[in-house]
């Protein structure tokens, strides 16, 4: 099945720098990579996804890049602000499992 | 349109007891899930369903049961409870033909 590592587990960066958290998987059938938020008790959160015949994607201060040929993608946060503070998850898609696979979040905190 | 919902919020259990956790859905999704996630970690799926009547093991399906009587919803049995089983539970939804799942708010259970 498949299986997605994500690093580093725990970021911690100055207002306004950015961030990046790396994720890789092992199957090449995955085709679909979302990119969740999940506050301090609360669901997780879509904030972005990219499909595999994307390279790059870009939703205002949040970008995801999809490497196909090294099955690696990451997100990429700019001028962080203190309520980006969240654990992030990464997850592929494979479509004939029908079923997300998730990485094991990083713990991002923006400090001031 | 309430999306996602799970009842209970948060339940205490003996060792022993049993409970179901509640999910319902309201977007008229085919696909089902519900997921486990322990302290610092990241979710992972225990079953899920791709319509009514059709569930499938996840990766951690020891102790639990699914049934999937009607689109709407997706209730997860526990039978014996045990300390291992202490977790928060997240079911999500998503729509066939589309990967984007949702989840609901969560079950935060304790098994004392």
């Known amino acids: 099945g498949e299986n997605v590592e994500q690093h580093p587990s725990t970021l911690s960066v100055q207002e306004g720098d950015s961030a990046v958290i790396k994720c890789t998987y092992s199957?090449?059938?995955?085709?679909?990579f979302p990119w969740y938020k999940q506050e301090l008790g609360k669901r997780p959160q879509l904030i972005i996804d990219?499909?595999?015949?994307?390279g790059e994607k870009k939703d205002q201060r949040i970008a995801v890049t999809l490497n196909k040929t090294a099955k690696h993608f990451s997100l990429h946060i700019t001028e962080t602000q203190p309520e980006d503070s969240a654990v992030y998850f990464c997850?592929?898609?494979?479509?004939?499992?029908?079923?997300?696979?998730f990485g094991t979040g990083t713990q991002l905190k923006v400090e001031l | 349109n309430a999306g996602v919902t799970q009842t209970p919020k948060f339940r205490i259990l003996k060792i022993g007891q049993s409970m179901t956790l509640q999910c319902a859905q309201d977007?008229?999704?085919?696909?089902m899930y519900w997921y486990r996630q322990d302290p610092g970690m990241g979710l992972k799926l225990i079953y899920y369903?791709?319509?009514?009547?059709?569930?499938d093991k996840g990766e951690v399906p020891n102790g639990y049961n699914v049934s999937r009587s009607t689109t709407e919803d997706f209730p997860l049995r526990l039978e014996l409870a045990a300390p291992s089983q202490t977790s928060v539970y997240f079911c999500?939804?998503?729509?066939?033909?589309?990967?984007?799942?949702?989840f609901g708010p969560g079950t935060r259970l304790l098994v004392l």
């Open positions: 999500a939804s998503r729509q066939g033909g589309q990967e984007t799942q949702y």
């Open positions: 199957d090449s059938a995955s085709n679909y």
């Open positions: 990219i499909r595999s015949n994307v």
């Open positions: 997850a592929a898609f494979t479509g004939g499992g029908n079923k997300l696979t």
């Open positions: 977007m008229n999704h085919n696909y």
């Open positions: 369903s791709v319509g009514a009547g059709i569930t």
